[in-house]
Each structure stands twice: as C-alpha cells, then as structure tokens.
C-alpha cells in the first residue's frame, strides 16, 4: 500500500503564502498521479490540482490558477502545494492522494489513497 502524510498546514493572513507537503512511503512505483482536494467547512471535498510523478504534468481547478502551483521532488518522493495569494474562501481542510492512472484526474472516486488531511486557515 502507499502511505500519503501532508504537512505545511497553519493560519495565514489574506494575501499570505504557504507551502504544503506530501509525503509518501510504500509502494509508490504502482502510483503515477498526486492529486490536492480540499474540504471548506460544511462543504463537500473538492479538486484544486494534479500532477504527472513521471513528467510533472499538472492540471488545476479554476479556482486556483495562477495562484497555486504543485510541484514534486521524486528523490524525495515528496509533492508539494505552493498556495499565494490566499483567500479566506481557502480555508480548508487539505488532502493529497495518490492513483493509478494518468489521466488529469479531479474526482475523489479516481484515487486510490489519501493522507489524513492538514487544516489551512485563512483570515481577513
């Protein structure tokens, strides 16, 4: 199996940065894809973005373009969540996960493994 850990979360003003990390472990090799959702309070789980371990392709929701960046470090075998310009419409909870395929994948129901999750709390 894979094990996803994320870190990075915190409190941050409007306007701020932070950076978050996906940490996995296991059988990686059987994983082409990471992908970042996030769940706001009372909200469903929602895709920001996705990324291609073997070539770094990404794809990202709407919402996050130009904002959020997700890079990977594969010696590290490590994703990473660049997050500027925060809103208060951020704050959430942030999951990383892991699947098989290799298609840009945006639903929950496409991957096969999910970290615990790190809350990211935006003020204004």
């Known amino acids: 199996q894979v094990r996803l850990v994320e870190s990075g979360g915190g409190f941050v003003q409007a306007g701020g940065s932070l950076r978050l990390s996906c940490a996995a472990s296991?059988?990686?090799?059987?994983?082409?894809?990471r992908g970042w959702f996030r769940q706001p309070p009372g909200k469903e789980r929602e895709f920001v973005g996705t990324?291609?371990?073997?070539?770094?392709?990404?794809y990202y929701a709407d919402s996050v373009k130009g904002r959020f960046t997700i890079s990977k470090d594969n010696t590290k075998n490590t994703v990473y969540l660049q997050m500027n310009s925060l809103k208060p419409e951020d704050t959430a909870v942030y999951y990383c996960?892991?699947?098989?395929?290799?298609?840009?994948?945006?639903?929950?129901?496409?991957?096969?493994?999910w970290g615990q999750g790190t809350q990211v709390t935006v003020s204004s």
């Open positions: 296991g059988r990686t090799f059987t994983t082409y894809t």
């Open positions: 996960a892991a699947a098989w395929g290799s298609r840009h994948l945006t639903m929950t129901s496409e991957y096969d493994y």
């Open positions: 990324i291609t371990l073997r070539d770094g392709d990404t």
